[in-house]
T-cell receptor, first 113, second 114 residues
Framework: EAGVAQSPRYKIIEKRQSVAFWCNPISGHATLYWYQQILGQGPKLLIQFQNNGVVDDSQLPKDRFSAERLKGVDSTLKIQPAKLEDSAVYLC???????????FGSGTRLTVV | AQSVTQLDSQVPVFEEAPVELRCNYSSSVSVYLFWYVQYPNQGLQLLLKYLSGSTLVKGINGFEAEFNKSQTSFHLRKPSVHISDTAEYFCAALPLQGAQKLVFGQGTRLTINP
């Protein structure tokens, strides 16, 4: 079965610019997650969707980050404007339901200069 | 609140030697437990999971882990490692009540030396 697809793999932008990441989850997975992984740390949950509704966005910096999951399948995560501290790997994951194992994509490495 | 502690940030091991990566969790409710592996410039790959039943869980690539409820531990083991096992390993706990948010440890970097 196809895994979680993410694009782009790498992105370099200047601070105050905007950037968007795309994720296509495993077919049939109702739950989708975006994680931020800073170098040397474990992933931190930014937002969790159940179908196209937000379940948890308590750690999403809403003044600059936004995410949507239209039609309950693909999802995009946007940062506007970016800060230097946003440099990280952004991981998308999906699962059949909230208590099933999360399966991850390859991630997008963002560098803000 | 739940937390996961990986007791070693780095573990160097010689090729073909056994290895154990330690993980302890803290939770007031029942949890599912997971080990993930992250190779350089890759996402996280699920190694194994404990949901219920037998406390010894076998995963991919020859890894296994043992759930110990009394010691709240879920240590990862492999009897003989290969150079290709060099990676970052993450332990994670998923509480079965409340927010059901997957909590990760800080990771253990496993380095295999020839």
């Amino acid at each position: 079965e196809a895994g979680v697809a993410q694009s782009p793999r790498y992105k370099i932008i200047e601070k105050r610019q905007s950037v968007a990441f795309w994720c296509n989850p495993i077919s049939g997975h109702a739950t989708l997650y975006w994680y931020q992984q800073i170098l040397g740390q474990g992933p931190k949950l930014l937002i969790q969707f159940q179908n196209n509704g937000v379940v948890d966005d308590s750690q999403l910096p809403k003044d600059r980050f936004s995410a949507e999951r239209l039609k309950g399948v693909d999802s995009t995560l946007k940062i506007q404007p970016a800060k230097l501290e946003d440099s990280a790997v952004y991981l998308c994951a999906s699962s059949l339901d909230p208590v099933a194992a999360r399966l991850f994509g390859s991630g997008t490495r963002l560098t803000v200069v | 609140a739940q937390s996961v502690t990986q007791l070693d940030s780095q573990v160097p091991v010689f090729e073909e030697a056994p290895v154990e990566l330690r993980c302890n969790y803290s939770s007031s409710v029942s949890v599912y437990l997971f080990w993930y592996v992250q190779y350089p410039n890759q996402g996280l790959q699920l190694l194994l999971k404990y949901l219920s039943g037998s406390t010894l869980v076998k995963g991919i690539n020859g890894f296994e882990a043992e759930f110990n409820k009394s010691q709240t531990s879920f240590h990862l083991r492999k009897p003989s490692v290969h150079i290709s096992d060099t990676a970052e390993y993450f332990c994670a706990a998923l509480p079965l009540q409340g927010a059901q948010k997957l909590v990760f440890g800080q990771g253990t970097r496993l380095t295999i030396n020839p």
